[in-house]
């Protein structure tokens, strides 16, 4: 619980020292806005390991967007799998829908949706809908920031695993599912150091009765050409009630090629 409020700290104390240097700048113009119509990128890595002992990894991940007018539509998808010595280590899919309407050059109404099955979580399942508002404190150039704070309700059903001394998953006992009032929060950060090279970060979190979800999200993207390009990423995951005898927290770090497609 230390390392979650430590971790969420961080992140609200560089948020707010931002907000403080954005003041700074609010004359800036903001870039031009980006043409209407579809975009995305999709990125995947994998490692493969022979000799004393064989493993395999792989991750996947699609973002796509649709702008139109004061509208925009996104959507998320995720894959992690790993095998080592022909047991799975890994395994989990994520996925996140939502539409703003921005009502202002920097405020914005949302909904969405997002669901998690992580086999190693200790939940069968995770997902939840919300409604809120949301702000760009930075929108430059070189500079993007935005927060938005949302309330809706949760569904998630927690599982009891059973592992031997290898780590192999030899049982699952699912719970009662349970449902829940939930607060939820999003913050999103860009940073471009020159025109090839730039570092963002997401950071998630949900709150309820039962358990908070939080994670965050930090890569650094160097671009090879305007579809191409290079991610090295890293990822902290942490549920706050898993079952008995799960760990809280969990960490991903990847390598991955990205390509981007549609209206950039």
């Known amino acids: ?5 430590t971790s969420a700290g961080l ?3 560089a948020f707010l020292s931002t907000v403080s240097i954005s003041a700074a ?3 800036d113009a903001p870039p031009p806005p980006p043409p209407d119509g579809w975009s995305g990128k999709g990125q995947a890595g ?3 390991s022979r000799g004393n002992s064989d493993s395999d990894s792989g ?3 699609l973002d796509v967007a649709d702008l139109n007018g004061d509208w925009k539509h996104t959507l998320h998808l995720e894959g992690l799998y790993g095998r080592s010595s022909d047991l799975v280590s890994a395994e989990r899919w994520a996925a996140q829908l939502q539409s703003n309407y921005q009502f202002t050059p920097r405020a914005f109404l949302f909904g969405a949706f997002h669901y998690l099955d992580d086999e190693f979580s200790g ?3 995770q997902g939840d809908v919300s409604v809120g508002a949301g702000y760009k404190f930075l929108d430059s150039s070189a500079d993007k920031l935005a927060a938005q704070i949302g309330a809706g309700y949760r569904r ?3 599982e009891i695993l059973v592992m031997n001394a290898t780590g192999a998953v030899i049982s699952r006992t699912p719970e009662e599912a349970e449902g829940n009032a939930v607060g939820t929060g999003e913050i999103d950060y860009e940073h471009d150091f020159n025109a090839s090279t730039k570092v963002t970060e997401k950071y998630l979190i949900a709150t309820g009765a039962g358990n908070t979800s939080m994670e965050d999200d930090v890569a650094l993207v160097v671009n090879m050409s305007k579809k191409l390009a290079l991610s090295a990423g890293f990822t902290y995951q942490e549920n706050s009630q898993p079952p008995p005898g799960l760990k809280k927290s969990n960490t991903l770090t990847t390598l991955n090629l990205v390509y981007a497609f549609g209206k950039q």
Do not use: Q, T
Request: proline letters at 4%; aromatic letters at 22%; charged letters at 20%.
């Open 46 to 48: 994998y490692v493969m």
């Open 123 to 125: 939940f069968e399942y």
């Open 156 to 158: 998630l059903r927690p």
């Open 25 to 27: 700048f609010a004359d």
């Open 1 to 5: 619980m230390i390392r979650s409020w």
């Open 59 to 61: 991750n996947a991940k």
């Open 11 to 13: 992140v609200v104390c």
